[in-house]
């Protein structure tokens, strides 16, 4: 008898342990998933890059616990704030002089660096213009009034049109004479030339596709200026050195390249 009721009390017990663990086990189903927790990259990138890098963004971050943030300028000022030690997870340059530079400070992870794509040089005019040079060695100072280039100390696309007029022997006269607007990124070049505030301008063509407003005259010859190519490192610094060098590789993959392409760069 003493037996019987030691067998019951223990079935008692079993029956409200396993109540008890399976009321657990269902709070624990019916409680939402805490998100996992994202890692924020801060990206310093070439303005030329804007479109594209939106659409990669909002694809990547659905696939990557990361949250990317974009800093876009011209290179040049990137690559100073970079020294000036601005939080950068990412520097992507329109140009491997200013990425250079930071290789030779030691401020990138060298073995992160890549070349990501590149683009061409073209001369636009506003799509209103009676302008039609089918070649730059055609720009006439009597014909322009202004012409916008980036600021070649600090803009990529700037420093290309500079070695261009230089190859062409027309740089000084242009200079000389107060026909270059000089604008802080390719951005501002395409608003001068679409606003009327410049007759023609160089800017990439990539962002010459991002506008109905203006005609391209016609694509610089490569062998007027240096390649227009965009690497890619990771900064040396920085706390997140895997994430970011994910990111990095991703835009080398067949995904970000057909984005690139779309937007008018070609590696």
Request: contains cysteine; hydrophobic residues 40%.
């Amino acid at each position: 008898m003493k037996r019987l009721k030691i067998i019951t009390i223990l079935m008692i017990i079993s029956v409200f342990i396993i109540g008890c663990t399976s009321q657990s086990e269902k709070q624990s189903a019916d409680k939402p998933k805490e998100k996992e927790e994202k890692t924020e990259l801060m990206i310093s990138a070439a303005i030329s890059l804007t479109d594209a890098l939106d659409e990669i963004k909002t694809i990547y971050e659905k696939e990557h616990p990361v949250e990317l943030t974009f800093n876009l300028g011209g290179s040049g000022s990137l690559a100073q704030q970079i020294q000036q030690g601005v939080p950068t997870d990412i520097f992507i340059s329109a140009n491997e002089t200013w990425m250079d530079t930071l290789e030779n400070e030691e401020l990138i992870h060298t073995d992160s660096r890549v070349d990501i794509t590149g683009n061409n040089l073209v001369l636009i005019t506003n799509e209103s213009s009676e302008i039609n040079y089918q070649s730059v060695d055609e720009i006439n100072p009597e014909d322009v009034d202004k012409i916008a280039i980036g600021n070649p100390e600090s803009v990529p696309a700037g420093a290309y049109s500079e070695q261009a007029l230089h190859h062409l022997n027309m740089w000084d006269e242009l200079n000389d004479n107060n026909k270059l607007v000089l604008a802080k990124d390719v951005r501002q070049v395409l608003t001068y030339v679409e606003t009327g505030n410049a007759d023609i301008g160089f800017i990439y063509e990539s962002d010459a596709q991002t506008s109905d407003k203006i005609n391209i005259l016609t694509t610089v010859d490569k062998d007027l200026h240096d390649p227009v190519i965009y690497p890619a490192a990771v900064i040396a610094d920085t706390e997140h050195e895997k994430e970011a060098a994910d990111f990095v590789a991703f835009m080398e993959m067949e995904q970000a390249q057909k984005i690139l392409s779309k937007y008018g760069f070609k590696k």
